[in-house]
């Protein structure tokens, strides 16, 4: 055999993943901003019933989430680019140099992480969210509220995925964030606004994960997510992360250190 | 163990390392020189894999750093010092390193104390000053207990007290039968701890010799004389069967002492302005040896170095 222990491996970059303050920052921020908002949206909501278009109790449920996902991303942009910023890829190299292994490593390591984060952000918010709506909130056994809480996990766990395929390939936490933090918010919240922009800005990850949390929108407008199903939605995200991950490791494998 | 074979690296039309062939062997210490920019962190970096050669290989043990099982058990490097990321505690960075190379954790500790860190352990990496990551570099390095260590310019940024520190880890990993192979940019430093010598300028090979016999070779001891009649005074010191060379300056190198050269031109009446004992240190040495290689670089096709 000629190569370090993937499991090895995994339990390092593990150590690496809990050893840095960011880790439990931004973990706590993602959750501090998906609960506040969702439970603010809700209590809002609440408190001028009457007066609300399109009353969605899931919508409120996740509508912090989708902003909870900002932390989560630079989460895993700084998992992955502090690497750089630092130098250390060069020690963790000579640690590992199979680079694919390494690349596999800290990526599931980060993963899980986001996975765990994603799980407890989600359902907290929701029930957070519910309990402020009060009598007009919906439970966790609705109808498609399990299909919409598990489409935001996935939407956040490969959301953070996909930060880490780009913070490899760009090799800049700034640089990083500058591309997705833009993909991620302006497309729906600004440049969605452009109705010919629409058939392009659709398919971009931000807007999969609308679909994917069912935040679609019974007005089936199209304003709050493209209307293609979450199917369809969770294979355009997989797709995503697939790319940004396969980038990142053919660039990590040609490129000097 | 390390062979360097016919190694090239090119970035785009600028050639960095260009093939470079050598070994470094065990048991004792070799120094890595050349000036700024000659290309010898470049050559580290491919040793380590970290960069891909253009042309040629390096292998460690008889093979390529990428197939060893468990790198830092067989090579501890230290490239850059300050390569650590900042908010992690030195302890967690071994922590993190020994983990993935399966190194009992017991050996973190160990490192710590061999290396005087052990106040410091607990600290983030980013409050460091350079002396202390030097340390902590060095502790990386020693991790694995390896049987090869490669170390870029380690002295760097050190208190006194830390570079004798170092020149005995050197030798004293050296004496255990260890392969050290230590860059400096500096032939003093590498004088007083290194037994063998690999010069390299423009990323070319220079010198691969002894140190003993760089010394001897480079630090000749004869006598500079200037004399307005250089014919008689070679004519002279050449009938006592004295080796006469001519220096760039116009003056002449001879192979003697002055007491001799004097009651010889005394004897003779050979007028004489200077007579100066030559004393080139290593380090003019080594620049002029480095200083050839860029006039070669410089000239046409047609130089005339061996």
Redesign the interface.
């Known amino acids: 055999m000629t190569s370090n222990s993937p499991r090895a491996v995994l339990a390092a970059e593990w150590i690496k993943v809990w050893t840095v303050r960011t880790t439990g920052l931004t973990l706590l921020l993602t959750f501090a901003l998906s609960t506040g908002l969702g439970t603010l949206v809700a209590l809002s909501w609440r408190g001028d019933i009457e007066r609300v278009v399109n009353f969605d109790p899931l919508f409120a449920g996740l509508y912090g989430v989708t902003l909870g996902q900002l932390a989560l991303v630079v989460f895993g942009v700084l998992l992955v680019g502090s690497e750089y910023s630092s130098g250390s890829i060069r020690a963790s190299l000579c640690a590992v140099p199979q680079r694919g292994l390494l690349y596999g490593g800290k990526v599931l390591a980060g993963t899980l992480v986001a996975l765990a984060g994603s799980t407890v952000t989600v359902i907290v918010t929701f029930a957070g969210a519910q309990a402020a709506l009060g009598p007009y909130g919906t439970t966790l056994t609705a109808d498609g509220i399990p299909a919409a809480l598990a489409g935001a996990i996935a939407y956040l766990t490969l959301i953070c995925a996909f930060s880490m395929g780009i913070a490899t390939i760009v090799r800049s936490p700034s640089i990083s964030l500058g591309v997705l933090l833009p993909l991620l918010f302006l497309s729906s919240q600004g440049l969605g606004n452009v109705p010919a922009l629409k058939p392009v800005l659709r398919y971009l990850p931000d807007q999969a994960g609308l679909e994917l949390m069912g935040l679609a929108g019974p007005s089936a407008d199209g304003r709050f997510g493209p209307g293609y199903g979450t199917g369809t939605a969770l294979v355009i995200l997989l797709a995503w992360t697939a790319a940004a991950l396969a980038g990142g490791y053919l660039l990590l494998r040609r490129r000097d250190a | 163990m390390i062979e360097v074979a016919d190694l090239t690296k090119r970035y785009g039309r600028t050639t960095a390392v260009e093939g470079l062939t050598f070994q470094v062997r065990p048991g004792r210490v070799t120094g890595f020189l050349g000036p700024n920019g000659a290309g010898k962190s470049t050559t580290m ?1 491919m040793m ?5 050669p253009t042309a040629g290989e390096v292998r460690i043990g008889g ?1 390529p ?8 058990r067989t ?1 501890g ?1 230290l ?2 010092a ?8 030195a302890l ?2 071994l ?3 020994a ?4 190194i009992p954790p017991q050996r973190v500790r160990e490192v710590i104390e061999l290396t005087g860190l052990r106040s410091a352990a607990r600290r983030r990496a980013g409050t460091f000053s350079l002396g202390m990551s030097q340390r902590l570099g060095i502790a ?1 390095a020693l991790l694995g207990d390896p049987a090869v260590l490669v170390l870029d310019e380690p002295v760097n940024g050190l208190d006194p007290e830390g570079v004798l520190w170092i020149r005995h880890l050197m030798r004293d990993q050296a004496a255990q039968g260890r392969t050290v192979f230590v860059s400096s940019h500096l032939m003093s430093e590498a004088a007083l701890t290194v037994d063998h010598l690999i010069v390299i300028g423009r990323g070319r090979l220079l010198a691969d010799t002894s140190m003993t016999a760089f010394i001897d070779r480079h630090t000749d001891s004869g006598v500079r004389v200037r004399t307005p009649e250089p014919r008689r005074l070679r004519d002279v010191l050449a009938g006592a069967g004295i080796t006469v060379t001519d220096h760039a300056d116009g003056g002449l190198d001879v192979a003697a002492g002055a007491e001799r050269i004097g009651e010889l031109v005394a004897a003779h009446g050979v007028p004489v302005h200077e007579v100066t004992r030559n004393t080139a240190s290593l380090e003019e040495a080594f620049m002029r040896l480095t200083a050839d290689a860029l006039e070669y670089r410089a000239e046409p096709p047609g130089g005339v170095r061996r």
Do not use: E, F, I
């Open positions: 970096r380590l894999g970290l960069d891909r093979v750093y990428q197939r060893l099982h468990d790198p830092l090579v490097a490239l850059d300050k390569a650590v990321h900042p908010g992690r505690t967690n960075h922590r993190s390193l983990r993935g190379n399966r990386a």
